[in-house]
């Protein structure tokens, strides 16, 4: 084997450890969904009057954690490939597929409009 080769091989499975050290776990994923439903709130339509925006965003903020854990983490299956997490959530009859690779989560289908029905779910 030359060592061109084997320096390959060597940062190729160095890469692969890397990547199954950082493989994200269910409690990041549930902070994910929880970022991403803040985003949601701050992004929410102009159209809702502003008392009722700072409801929402204060109802939320503060039972936020309680509505994600109660509804998130019991309807995920999570499929751990080593290297990589592919997460799948039912919401509101909603699928919601993401992966999780290098730390970082990668929406792939779904997420948008289980965000927006996870937030209405709150009242």
């Known amino acids: 084997m030359s060592l061109v080769r084997l320096a390959v091989l060597v940062v190729g499975l160095a890469g692969a450890v890397g990547l ?6 269910m409690d990041d994923y549930v902070q994910f969904v ?11 339509d102009q159209r809702t009057p502003a ?7 204060q109802v939320f903020r503060s039972q936020g ?10 309807s995920t299956v999570r499929h751990n490939w080593g290297l990589l997490s ?6 509101a009859e909603t699928n ?7 730390g970082q989560f990668i929406p792939i289908k779904g997420v948008d409009e289980a965000t927006l029905k996870i937030g209405r779910m709150a009242f």
């Open 20 to 25: 199954a050290l950082s493989n994200p776990t």
């Open 65 to 74: 954690k309680k509505l994600i854990e109660g509804i998130v983490r019991p």
């Open 96 to 102: 919601v597929v993401v992966l999780g690779i290098g």
């Open 51 to 57: 008392r009722e925006q700072d409801l929402i965003r």
């Open 86 to 91: 592919h997460y799948e959530t039912k919401v």
């Open 34 to 44: 929880e970022r991403e439903l803040n985003g949601a709130l701050d992004r929410m």
